[in-house]
Each structure stands twice: as C-alpha cells, then as structure tokens.
C-alpha cells in the first residue's frame, strides 16, 4: 500500500470522526490563545525524536504538554486546529514528503478526538480539583495511544508487519514520557491560575525540560544503536566462511545502518580475484565508484587514520560532489577493511532508507564499532580460504600438489565419460639430488622455483601445472590425444633444458618426461598418474621422454624384487644407518644423533629411503627394518657409554609400527638387550601417525613413554595437528619442519611460524628442535627464539659410523658430567 492511499484513509477517518466529535463542542475563542497555543505546539514539536523503522521516518515530541495546556485553555476543537497547524508547519520544514504530512495532521486531529472522548467520560472540572487532573491524564495518555496505534498500522500497510520490536519502539516513549509532559503541564496551569508572574518560574524550567527531553533522546537513539552493533556482532559470528558469507556481513551492515546499499572491495587474495559485493535495495550487484582504485572516498577512508569518513551532498566540497553524483547518492561512510595478507579493503555504506533522517556522528561511530567485528570475520574467512588454498597446493612453489591434480583430472574426464580427452606429462629434475647433497636444501629450492618458471613460461596456455612429491612436476593438457601430449612434452622439455643461476652458480636444468593420456591409458586420475609415474621411471633410458606401454608394467617388478630382499639385505649389511648431529642451541652441547637408515644395492645403487620404507609399509615389513634401525642406533649409544659419554639417539617410528600389537615389548627388550636406559632413546613420530585415531585411541605411546624414553614429533607444521592436541598426549618436544626453517633468513612469515611454535610449545612445556639449520643468519635467529636444539647441514651431514666417529674427533670436545649426572658430555668447538 502507498504513503497516498493511507493518507487518503487517514482523512477518510479523520473527517467525520472529527464532525462528530469536535464541531459540537465548538465555541469562541480568545485569539491570542490559539496564536500561544499553536506557538507552543510548533515549539513542542520543534524538540522532537526521529524514529527510523526501514524507509518511514516518525518523531516523538514533548507534544502532550502543549496539548494538555491547549485542551484547559481553549477546548477540544480549538486545540484540534492548532495542533494540525503546528504540526503541519513543523513537519514540512523538516522535509517530510507529502502524504506524511496528511498523514500527521490526521494522527493529530485523531488523538484529540480521542481525548474529547474520554474527558466527556470522565468530566473535567477545576483546574484545582484532583479528579480533573486525573480526568486529562488518563485523556491525554488514550490520545497518545491512538496516535501510536495508527503509526503503526501505517507501517504494516506500507512495509508488512515488522515484528514486536516496533511496538516497543513506539509505546515505550508514550508511557515513559507521555505522563511526565501531562503533569508538568498541569502543574503550569496550576501555577499561573495562582499568579501570572508565576511564568518567570516557569519558562526556564520549560526550556531545561526541553533540553532534557532532547537529552533523552539522544540517549535513546544512541542506545539503540549499541544494540544494533551487538546484534551485529552476533549475526556475523554466525556467517559461513565463503563468498555467501561476505555477503551476509555486508546486508547486516545494510540493515543496521538503514542504508539504500552498501558495498565491500575486497583485494585480490591468493588466487582469487578482486572482488566487489554490494547488497542493495533494487538488488544490484555492482555500482561505480568503490572498485576504482582512484576514487577519491575510496583513496581517503584507505590512507586516513581518523576513522570512518563521512560525507554529505550539503558539506561536500566539489570533487566530493563529483564523486558522489557518480554513484547517485547523497550520504556516504567510507572505512577501511583489513584483510588477513595486510592489504586494506575498503567498505561504503551509501544514503539511509529513511526519508528525512541523514547519516550523523552517531551512524559513523556504529560503523567504526562494527569495523572490528567486520576485520574479523573477514580475515577469518580469509585465513580459512588459506587453510583450504595450503591443502591443494605446494608450499614452496605455490602450484597445485598431487591432491588438486586429482581433482583436476577426475573432474574432468567426469565431465564427458565417453569423449573427453586429457594429456599428462611427468618431469622430474634430473639433478635435484645432487644438488641437495651438495649446496643443501635452499639452493635445491631455488632450483625447483627456477624449473616452475620455466614450466610456467613454456607450457601450453590451457594446461595445468602441478607440483609433486621431491623434484617431479605435472603437467596436465586437457583435450590433447596421446601423440599431442608427446609433442608437447618434447617441445616442453627442449625449451626447460637451459642454464639459469641457482645459489650462485650456473647449473643445467634437465628434465625426464613421462608421458600417459586419457582414455588409452586410463579413466581416472589414480590410473593415469601411476601409468605416468612408470613411463617416468623408462625415460631415463629412452633419450628423456617415455610413452607409457603396457610392457613398462614389468619394470615394476622391481619394487617387488626389492620387498624379497628387504630381510636379506638386512642380515648382509645393505641396510645400514648415518648418523646426523643435534646440538643444543645455547651451549653447542652434543645432546643426540638421528638415525637414518640407507640401502645400498649391489645392482640397483642407492635406494631413496621414501622407496624402500614406503615398500616396507605395503609389504608389513616395516617391523623388522624399524628393529633393524633401532638395535644399530642402540649398539652405536652403547659403544658410546662405554666410553663415558652420554649421546643419545634418535629413531624414526612410522605410523604402521604404532599400530603393532608388540611394539612396546620390543622397544623395551632392545633397550634390555643393549643395556641403554630410556632416557638416551627418542622415537620419532610423524605429525600424522600422531593425530591418527587408531594411535590417538590406543595406550601404545603412554606404554613407550612409561619405558622412559622420550617422544619427538617430526616434520611439525606439515599436518593437520595442533600444539593444543599435543596436551592430550605424552610427547616431550617437537620437530619445526625444515621448510619453516630454510626460509627463515629471507621470509619474515616463515620467521614467525618458528617463533609461534616455540612459544607455544614452551607454554605446554615441550622442548623445540628445529631441522635444516643451514647457516649461522638462522641459527642466531633461533637461539634468540629461545630454540632448543638444532639439527641441519650447518652443524654436520648424515654421516656413516666411521665418518661419524672423524667428525667427533675433529670437531668436538669433552666436557665433564653435569651436577647429578654419570656420564661425560660432547661439545661442537667454536
């Protein structure tokens, strides 16, 4: 229903009601008190408070003192017509439009209508009379019932029924205030009926009231705002963490300010683009203005530290007039958002719904308080996306991993079963081990982001790039038959094989393709990437580039070959261990050495550990290498005691080891057989076989610990476990992973990682080793963050028993055993 068609009704009601009511109570009037009585109602309703309900706006005015006052001096029907005047006058200069303006002068002449009824049910005497003070306060308060009543009846026929919030908002300053304003009005009377001079009294004491009145006003407009801000606060609590949540958090800022729009410019985050989300009332979702970088709100509320920015068609200077009929408004708050990478957003808040009612001080304060929570869960919606951006791709080179390759390719080879085709290349970089070996790991991933940029620059424009375990890489081609992919590998590789600059030196980067297609090859991701993995293994032997054939199935019988020998390797010597030195961040004491176990195979070589244990996993022999390590590390700590020198040693556990029946027991007769005490063994555990239900669920680690020894978390940060969970279980210290740790001399970020995980585990009472030290920059770094121990290439590489025992002699020194201790300790000589 229109604001018209309820005016229109509102004069349909008003009229005769008032005919019956007031014209036979008509009678002469004294002038100069009708022009006193329309004066003070002008005035009245001149300290008035606006009451905002969507697009209506209504004020509440200390009207029923002048009413009261109006209604003893000159009667119902005089009092009718100066009120609609006053009222009439007093809205129109405030702006109101039109029908609202009918509409008011209808509520007035209603509520005195009103009032000549109850005074005709309760008749008034004199002024000096109890029951006729009575008698105009109960006709006073119907009154301003009614006149509540038919606002908001006009509300529901324009806007729908609101809900129970509205009655408050209207009802309330009625019983509050109404009475006070009928009583000060007959105690006015009162006076002036003893003395007319008694208005020297009594005009100050109006004017204080007037001002008091305001006062509360503002008290309440300023309450109510707080409210709003907490509800705010809850709703945005409660919004989903993606792009639907963004734009919950925009309408709620919508809805508590009453704005016409609002939007929010988020900058670009990860590898998602800029965004702009506008919630408006004609439901647009774009607008100019809040997405140019150089308007000239948008600049301010980014590079001003003074808090929301405010502005106003009637105080805009011209450029700000320029920039706010470019958006077609005439209120705006601008302020800035700040995103979880530090860069700064930018929110706008355009024109209040209400007719009369502008944004002021008050509104920019709402929207500086909600700011916080807005930050927040922006940077928490932020933060997630990371978490779930982190899970899909490769950390060091910011490609997709072998996760979201899979889901690349099943999506779609999914998309059409029948014709879809697909090409995969496999690269591995051919010299990625020796690099590693010998300039350590951050020149092995200078060298992986050079071969990632290369790729990036010569792969076809549709392809997916993907980065793998180690030195491989993926690429995927969607819509490429089998002999496309193999062009495109061999065109891919020529121009990857070049010279670039890594660590200071010029090195070769060579590439070995394996190359597998859909369908020929497979159907889902798991089969073509394992056809891939063995045509991958065949192009060393094929000039660099391999085609998957059925015929290469046979080379894989050579992981087969390999898990028959496990045992005899072991029993012969193959499987031997190096020993890698940990020391102690502030005294440079020896206090333990890793153990890390090698194959070295008489017709294959060096087997990559990853090869052989993983083998070991699948073939549930993981036991038996894990008790071939652990009495090797054993036997090398006793030679050691035997020499009355404490060294302890630490061993590698695999999450399928946790899951023996008997582990404990052969733990504990290891130790008995070597006469080691627990305290010189620390197994370590991986972040996953930790978080693991099965292990979680199980006694097997309060059982290992109970054996004295000690248990390390490897590789943290890796996971998805956290220091909280660590309280729940026996773990004495924790491995920062060396990606943390390699970066740290150059990535303030990984920095801060190292710092947050020793703090934390400090706090929970765990011991922080840190791994891939590499030069003395990162060492101090975590010494001064309170770092435990160290372990990396700066202090020694794995070496094998003899080296082991050069290195000790040459490199380290004796002290003698500390205050309760039996037994002498290493140091590192400076």
Not at 134 to 150: H, I, N, R
Not at 276 to 297: C, I, K, M, Q, T
Not at 654 to 661: A, G, K, M
Request: proline share 5%; net charge negative; aromatic share 6%.
């Amino acid at each position: 229903m229109s604001q018209w068609t309820v005016a229109w009704i509102g004069i349909a009601v008003a009229v005769p009601i008032a005919l019956w009511a007031l014209v036979p109570m008509n009678k002469p009037v004294d002038v100069p008190l009708l022009i006193a009585a329309f004066l003070g109602f002008l005035a009245a309703e001149s300290f008035n408070v606006q009451f905002e309900f969507r697009k209506q706006s209504f004020s509440w005015s200390p009207s029923e003192l002048a009413f009261v006052m109006s209604l003893v001096a000159i009667g119902g029907s005089w009092t009718a017509v100066a009120w609609a005047l006053g009222i009439g006058v007093s809205v129109v200069v405030q702006g109101y439009p039109r029908p609202k303006v009918v509409f008011n002068v209808t509520v007035v002449v209603l509520e005195v209508c009103a009032a000549v009824g109850v005074l005709r049910l309760l008749p008034a005497g004199d002024i000096v009379d109890p029951s006729t003070w009575f008698a105009y306060l109960v006709a006073v308060l119907v009154a301003s019932m009614v006149g509540a009543a038919l606002i908001a009846g006009a509300i529901c026929a324009t806007q729908g029924y609101p809900g129970r919030t509205l009655w408050a908002s209207l009802f309330v300053p009625v019983v509050l205030v109404g009475p006070v304003s009928v009583l000060v009005g007959l105690a006015v009377l009162l006076l002036v009926s003893v003395t007319p001079w008694a208005w020297l009294l009594i005009a100050p004491l109006l004017g204080a009231l007037a001002l008091v009145y305001r006062r509360f006003g503002s008290v309440t407009r300023e309450g109510h705002s707080v409210e709003r801000v907490y509800d705010f606060a809850r709703r945005v609590e409660q919004v989903s963490p993606d792009e639907a949540g963004t734009r919950q958090i925009v309408q709620a800022v919508r809805e508590l300010l009453n704005a016409e729009r609002v939007a929010l410019w988020l900058p670009p985050y990860l590898d998602e683009e800029p965004r702009l989300v506008v919630s408006a009332e004609n439901g647009a979702v774009w607008y100019d203005g809040p997405g140019d970088p150089d308007d000239v709100f948008r600049r301010r509320a980014v590079t001003s530290d003074g808090g929301p920015l405010l502005v106003s068609m009637g105080r805009a200077d011209s450029e700000e007039i320029a920039a706010l009929a470019r958006r077609g408004v005439s209120d705006l708050i601008g302020a800035p958002v700040m995103t979880a990478a530090g860069e700064p957003g930018y929110l706008e808040v355009c024109d209040r719904r209400s007719d009369i009612v502008s944004f002021a001080d008050s509104d920019r304060a709402a929207l500086d308080s909600m700011l916080t929570h807005v930050n927040a869960a922006i940077r928490h919606q932020q933060l997630l996306t990371q978490i779930r951006y982190d899970a899909d791709h490769d950390r060091l080179t910011g490609l997709p991993n072998r996760q979201r390759l899979a889901a690349e390719i099943d999506q779609l080879l999914a998309e059409d079963p029948v014709g879809a085709r697909a090409g995969l290349i496999l690269a591995a970089l051919g010299n990625y081990t020796e690099v590693t070996d010998t300039l350590g790991h951050a020149a092995s991933d200078e060298l992986l982001l050079v071969t990632a940029g290369l790729l990036r620059e010569h792969a076809p424009p549709q392809a997916l790039l993907a980065r793998m375990e180690g030195e491989q890489f993926a690429v995927l081609l969607p819509g490429l038959s089998l002999a496309a992919t193999e062009r495109a590998a061999r065109r891919l590789r020529e121009a990857a094989s070049t010279r670039s600059r890594v660590a200071g030196l010029d090195l070769e980067v060579t590439l070995t393709i394996g190359v597998a297609a859909a369908p020929v090859h497979g159907t889902d991701a798991g089969m073509l990437m394992q056809r891939a993995d063995v045509a991958l293994l065949a192009a060393a032997d094929s000039g660099g580039v391999a085609s998957y054939h059925p015929v290469l199935d046979q080379q894989s019988l050579r992981r087969l070959q390999l898990g028959t020998e496990l045992e005899q390797a072991m029993a012969d010597g193959q499987i031997s261990v190096v020993f890698q030195p940990i020391i102690d961040a502030q005294t440079s004491d020896i206090v333990s050495v890793e153990t890390l176990v090698r194959w070295a195979h008489p017709r294959y070589g060096s087997i990559p550990p990853d090869d052989f244990i993983h083998l070991a996993e699948q073939i549930g022999r993981i036991g038996a290498v894990t008790d071939h390590v652990l009495d090797l590390a054993l036997a090398r700590c006793r030679r050691w005691l035997d020499q009355d020198i404490a060294l302890s040693v630490a061993v590698n556990l695999s999450v399928h080891c946790l899951t023996e029946p008997d582990l404990v027991s052969r733990v504990r007769r290891a130790l008995q057989r070597h006469g080691v005490p627990g305290e010189l063994l620390t197994l370590e555990l991986t972040e996953g076989s930790v978080v693991d239900d099965s292990v979680r669920d199980s006694s097997v680690l309060g059982d290992l610990h109970a054996l004295g020894l000690r248990l390390s978390m490897d590789d943290f940060g890796t996971g998805y476990s956290s220091l909280s969970q660590l309280r729940q279980l026996p773990i004495d210290e924790v491995k920062i992973d060396k990606s943390f740790v390699l970066g740290m001399s150059t990535s303030q970020g990984e920095s801060f990682i190292a710092r947050s995980i020793i703090e934390l585990a400090h706090n929970l009472g765990l011991r922080v080793v840190a791994e891939g030290v590499e030069d003395e920059l990162t060492r101090n770094l975590l010494a001064e963050m309170g770092c435990d121990k160290l372990q990396g290439f700066l202090v020694s590489r794995p070496l094998p028993d003899d080296r082991l025992e050069t290195w000790l002699l040459a490199r380290t020194g004796v002290r003698s055993a500390g205050p309760g201790a039996t037994h002498r300790r290493l140091f590192v000589r400076a």
